[in-house]
């Protein structure tokens, strides 16, 4: 919040001019959006949430068209944080494919995996809720899981959607082996934003995909 936003678009800026193979991605609070997606240059931004909604009468709700508006790459939706309905995230995921912008969408069970999958979002990210801060990754906790859910993802929506994992992921290894289980990017949270040195973590992590991949 408040000027630490800034301080973290200058670090994921600066590695991401390191990794041009990979894709950074800030998902900040709703407040900042707008003004991180007119500083952007080599990131991305996702909206943390999006509302499946026209414009009109919506006191209180983010309409998904306005993303587009303020130049938004994309959005998450149903976070383990913000959970929704099935037909929320369906919605949202028509109407991001109709106006140009990506969607990731969360899913904390291979039941919900499968669910979300079949409507082939941009991304489907695995995140087991009760990982997410644990500093205890689903890579190392959750490998089986882990794998089967890439499985599922990319049979589900046909190849459409790109598996991503969270949830605990901590240090360079958990990232690494993330990657070896067919995950192919990361949600990541605590680590990178609680470290007193986070461009050197976004760097580990980076250095450890661009290895895999």
């Known amino acids: 919040m408040g000027d630490r936003?800034?301080?973290?678009?200058?670090?994921?800026?600066k590695v991401a001019?390191?990794?041009?193979?990979?894709?950074?991605?800030?998902?900040?609070?709703?407040?900042?959006?707008?003004?991180?997606?007119?500083?952007?240059?080599?990131?991305?931004?996702?909206?943390?949430?999006?509302?499946p909604i026209p414009y009109g009468a919506y006191t209180g709700h983010l309409p998904i068209e306005v993303l587009k508006i303020i130049n938004v790459d994309g959005t998450l939706i149903n976070h383990s944080e913000k959970?929704?309905?099935?037909?929320?995230?369906?919605?949202?995921?028509?109407?991001?494919?109709?106006?140009?912008?990506d969607v990731c969408v969360c899913a904390g069970d291979q039941e919900e995996v499968e669910l979300v999958s079949k409507m082939k979002p941009s991304y489907v990210a695995f995140e087991p809720p009760e990982l997410i801060g644990s500093g205890k990754s689903v890579s190392k906790m959750k490998p089986e899981e882990l794998k089967e859910s890439v499985k599922i993802i990319l049979d589900v929506s046909e190849k459409k959607s790109i598996p991503l994992c969270g949830a605990g992921i901590s240090t360079k290894e958990d990232v690494a082996l993330a990657i070896e289980y067919g995950a192919r990017g990361i949600l990541v949270a605590s680590a990178f934003v609680?470290?007193?040195?986070?461009?050197?973590?976004?760097?580990?992590?980076?250095?450890a995909i661009e290895e895999k991949i």
Do not use: C, W
Not at 5 to 13: G, R
């Open 5 to 13: 936003i800034f301080s973290i678009l200058d670090i994921v800026e």
């Open 194 to 207: 609680k470290s007193k040195n986070k461009e050197g973590v976004l760097r580990d992590f980076s250095e």
């Open 83 to 101: 959970k929704v309905e099935t037909h929320i995230i369906k919605k949202v995921v028509e109407m991001a494919d109709k106006i140009g912008i």
């Open 17 to 51: 001019r390191e990794f041009p193979k990979i894709d950074f991605i800030i998902s900040p609070n709703v407040i900042y959006l707008n003004i991180l997606a007119s500083k952007k240059q080599h990131s991305k931004i996702f909206s943390q949430h999006a509302d």
